[in-house]
């Protein structure tokens, strides 16, 4: 049997670990086509990307017929898998994501506060014309998400999209995994999380190797400001003993813009001021990328690609097709509806948990109920999620206010509206339901 994958944003520069990483399972995940799908605007990009996927693939030897194109509907025929990679605006839309809000003293990030309401404000609308024609074009296909952010993307697209086979990825709990194998000294298969929350709200519940209980010795290494932590994206501040010692639980690293929010704003601002925010420091590595790409001796992933806070999405994704086509119903961390996870949490809202993978689809581990010192943050984040899918649908500049003051790192009257009024300015050329 052959397998066909597209790939939605085949232009990014995230690309080539893909291509990587079909390869280093070509005996068990047998793609032999894979077409890599951009737009006008990425054409550049996407030819670049093309020939270095092409010399890749001819070094491997392996036999995988590789197309790249502007037509999305083409590209889709006969597609067994399709991954979203798309980022609406570019870098210069998640510049102004981060840059507006920081000039009123909020804290300037792609995928949470108020930046990460306008990304997926001008996500949404695009990734569910791209579901209805998976739904129309290939029914069958599994459409794996590592658009951010994830979750909420994931939820619009299972409660509004015309394609119900969707699973949302992200590499967090893919890289609090591996760096507790490093802190314990354990090969990453051996170690266990139990993760309960939400994209990038996640915590881990449980940290077990081989059903041994392990978790106050992470704790312990993190207290000591276990550098490795985080990925390239955030800055490990580390962690309190108190904070610690009274959650028992490991943090995710986003989760210091919300509990060292203080401390992250004044690094976020001296990087404002001095050195530029970190889509400019993003636009900068993904210059010095593309020109390795474009070296015709260049015939595998650069090393420098790491340096990408989203490394290792690609080979969570992969390691999922996988896990699907061979029905291997092994473990691992997706965002899927509850469907009775949670206790606490409605059915049909989507979460990131521990599921069994198999051909059908992921099965989510059952957890109970959130644990209390963290289940009312889990609940807000919720509900302001809610209200960023309603907004994003409908274009109501009413319920975008509500989302503007459900975030937890916005939460203030004046300064939302604000904020809302300047983004929406900012970003109108991506946003026309709002007009």
């Known amino acids: 049997m052959s397998l066909k994958l597209v790939v939605i944003g085949g232009g990014s520069s995230y690309t080539p670990e893909i291509i990587e990483g079909i390869i280093k399972r070509s005996e068990s995940l047998p793609i032999s086509e894979i077409t890599l799908v951009d737009i006008e605007e990425g054409i550049e990009k996407l030819n670049i990307v093309g020939e270095l996927s092409q010399r890749m693939i001819k070094k491997s030897g392996i036999n995988i017929r590789l ?65 209805k024609d998976i739904a129309e074009i290939c029914p069958d296909a599994w ?28 590499n967090i709990p893919y890289n609090m995994k591996h760096s507790v194998s490093e802190i314990l000294k354990v090969a990453p298969e051996k170690v266990f999380i139990e993760f309960t929350g939400m994209n990038h709200f996640v915590f881990g519940t449980k940290v077990q190797v081989e059903g ?73 590595l993904e210059n010095s990328l593309f020109k390795l790409y474009e070296d015709e001796t260049l015939d595998i992933k650069p090393e420098e690609l790491e340096k990408r806070g989203g490394a290792y999405y690609s080979d969570v994704a992969c390691t999922l097709m996988d896990s699907l086509f061979n029905n291997r119903r092994d473990i691992q961390t997706v965002n899927v509806m509850n469907e009775g996870a949670i206790d606490d949490l409605p059915d049909d809202t989507v979460i990131e948990v521990n599921c069994i993978i198999t051909k059908n689809g992921p099965k989510p581990v059952k957890i109970g109920a959130l644990p209390i010192a963290v289940a009312g943050w889990i609940k807000q984040m919720k509900h302001f999620e809610e209200l960023v899918i ?22 203030d009257e004046i300064d939302a509206k604000i904020m809302l009024d300047e983004l929406l300015e900012a970003h109108s050329a991506y946003l026309p339901k709002f007009k």
């Not at 839309?93 to 507006?100: L, V």
């Not at 004044?266 to 900068?284: K, P």
């Open 67 to 131: 197309n790249w194109t502007l037509d999305r509907r083409e590209a889709l025929k006969n597609a067994d898998f399709v991954s979203t990679q798309i980022r609406v605006g570019g870098l210069e839309a998640r510049k102004q994501d981060e840059r507006i809000p920081l000039k009123y003293g909020y804290i300037g990030q792609e995928t949470n506060g108020a930046g990460g309401i306008f990304k997926a404000f001008r996500t949404i609308p695009v990734l569910l014309d791209i579901s």
């Open 143 to 170: 459409m794996i998400n590592f658009t951010n952010p994830a979750g909420i993307i994931t939820e619009a697209l299972l409660k509004h999209g015309k394609h119900s086979k969707v699973i949302g990825v992200c």
């Open 212 to 284: 041994e209980d392990r978790i106050d010795e992470v704790l312990e290494e993190l207290k000591k400001g276990n550098e490795g932590y985080s990925p390239a994206n955030i800055v490990n501040l580390g962690w309190s003993s108190l904070f610690l010692n009274t959650f028992r639980m490991l943090p995710n690293p986003y989760h210091q813009y919300y509990f060292q929010t203080n401390d992250v704003l004044r690094n976020d601002l001296e990087a404002y001021e001095n050195n530029g925010t970190r889509a400019e420091q993003v636009m900068e």
């Open 390 to 411: 309603e907004s994003a649908i409908t274009g109501d500049y009413n319920i975008a206010y509500l989302a503007m003051m459900n975030n937890m790192l916005v939460r």
